[in-house]
């Protein structure tokens, strides 16, 4: 159990983005891109377990300071490291086994997936802004990855909202951190030194508003309308923005936001809000729900 607690399976959550793709593409019923698609998202997870494992091997002195990592079972010892070496040895290649059986193109995505997060596991965590652009780059490559593992296009405006949003969510990550901690911070994590609460609450601020307004040009966008056959996606812009206020709430007053993968698993509200999007997003998608609010293109 200890050795699975170490591949950290909850974080295979943020592996769900890798199926994007596959929804906004309409491609949702379809067996053969589902099937694919699912394939691209077992060979994240087995490669981002394998990344976390190492992660841990190297974070193993400043987890130990930390009162939740310090229970992890690396730093604890409850799983050796020569044994999170092999374990590590053993996913990692058969993620990219699973992706370049697929296509070059998702094989090449995860590789670059796999070398970004092993530069920022030993050194680029430590450059400040970088750390954060690296994690929100790691959510476009998944998306990237579910679109070519399906062979489907995706809309710019779809690429920067994931950015933006994961941005938003690594910034939310930081200040959890800084607030935490205390002045164990930069013991924990030497780059926290660089930040501090006011700056990341402008950087937060910024990219929520950038996350808002590119999903909102994504759904009225005239391509996307066509190619959808749909113009109510607009009607989930409320619940998007609901739903970003929501998470700004739990970070600022339930001092949550440490892990964006505990919080969608465990605030109801966090869920509730989730379901509700997939609902509107298949039922507009899926059944071609038109409101005419987008009557022509413009100009």
């Given at each position: 159990?200890?050795?699975?607690?170490?591949?950290?399976?909850?974080?295979?959550?943020?592996?769900?983005?890798?199926?994007?793709?596959?929804?906004?593409?309409?491609?949702?019923?379809?067996?053969?891109?589902?099937?694919?698609?699912?394939?691209?998202?077992?060979?994240?997870?087995?490669?981002?377990?394998?990344?976390?494992?190492?992660?841990?091997?190297?974070?193993?002195?400043?987890?130990?300071?930390?009162?939740?990592?310090?229970?992890?079972?690396?730093?604890?010892?409850?799983?050796?490291?020569?044994?999170?070496?092999?374990?590590?040895?053993?996913?990692?290649?058969?993620?990219?086994?699973?992706?370049?059986?697929?296509?070059?193109?998702?094989?090449?995505?995860?590789?670059?997936y796999c070398v970004l997060n092993i530069a920022y596991s030993f050194g680029l965590k430590h450059v400040v802004l970088l750390?954060?652009?690296?994690?929100?780059?790691?959510?476009?490559?998944?998306?990237?990855?579910?679109?070519?593992?399906?062979?489907?296009?995706?809309?710019?405006?779809?690429?920067?909202?994931?950015?933006?949003?994961?941005?938003?969510?690594?910034?939310?990550?930081?200040?959890?951190?800084?607030?935490?901690?205390?002045?164990?911070?930069?013991?924990?994590?030497?780059?926290?030194?660089?930040?501090?609460?006011?700056?990341?609450?402008?950087?937060?601020?910024?990219?929520?508003?950038?996350?808002?307004?590119?999903?909102?040009?994504?759904?009225?966008?005239?391509?996307?309308?066509?190619?959808?056959?749909?113009?109510?996606?607009?009607?989930?812009?409320?619940?998007?923005?609901?739903?970003?206020?929501?998470?700004?709430?739990?970070?600022?007053?339930?001092?949550?936001?440490?892990?964006?993968?505990?919080?969608?698993?465990?605030?109801?509200?966090?869920?509730?809000?989730?379901?509700?999007?997939?609902?509107?997003?298949?039922?507009?998608?899926?059944?071609?729900?038109?409101?005419g609010l987008i009557t022509g293109e413009s100009p």
């Amino acid at each position: 159990m200890n050795h699975l607690r170490a591949m950290r399976p909850h974080q295979w959550v943020k592996n769900v983005f890798v199926f994007a793709a596959l929804v906004f593409s309409r491609n949702l019923t379809d067996g053969e891109a589902s099937l694919r698609a699912f394939a691209a998202f077992v060979a994240f997870c087995l490669v981002a377990s394998a990344i976390y494992l190492v992660n841990d091997i190297a974070d193993i002195e400043r987890d130990r300071v930390h009162p939740i990592k310090r229970k992890r079972p690396i730093a604890n010892g409850d799983v050796a490291q020569s044994t999170a070496w092999l374990m590590a040895a053993f996913l990692a290649p058969m993620g990219f086994i699973l992706a370049w059986y697929l296509n070059a193109r998702t094989g090449a995505t995860l590789t670059i997936y796999c070398v970004l997060n092993i530069a920022y596991s030993f050194g680029l965590k430590h450059v400040v802004l970088l750390d954060v652009f690296i994690i929100a780059a790691g959510f476009l490559l998944r998306v990237c990855a579910g679109a070519f593992a399906i062979e489907v296009g995706v809309s710019p405006w779809l690429v920067l909202c994931t950015f933006f949003v994961a941005l938003f969510l690594a910034f939310c990550k930081r200040r959890h951190e800084l607030v935490s901690l205390g002045d164990q911070a930069a013991s924990h994590r030497g780059i926290l030194s660089e930040y501090s609460i006011p700056f990341i609450d402008k950087m937060v601020s910024a990219v929520a508003s950038m996350t808002v307004m590119s999903y909102a040009l994504y759904t009225i966008d005239p391509k996307v309308v066509r190619r959808l056959g749909t113009d109510a996606l607009v009607v989930t812009l409320p619940v998007v923005l609901f739903g970003i206020f929501r998470y700004l709430y739990l970070v600022h007053q339930k001092d949550q936001g440490g892990s964006p993968t505990q919080v969608i698993l465990r605030d109801r509200g966090v869920q509730l809000i989730c379901v509700l999007y997939l609902i509107l997003v298949v039922g507009t998608i899926y059944y071609d729900v038109q409101l005419g609010l987008i009557t022509g293109e413009s100009p």
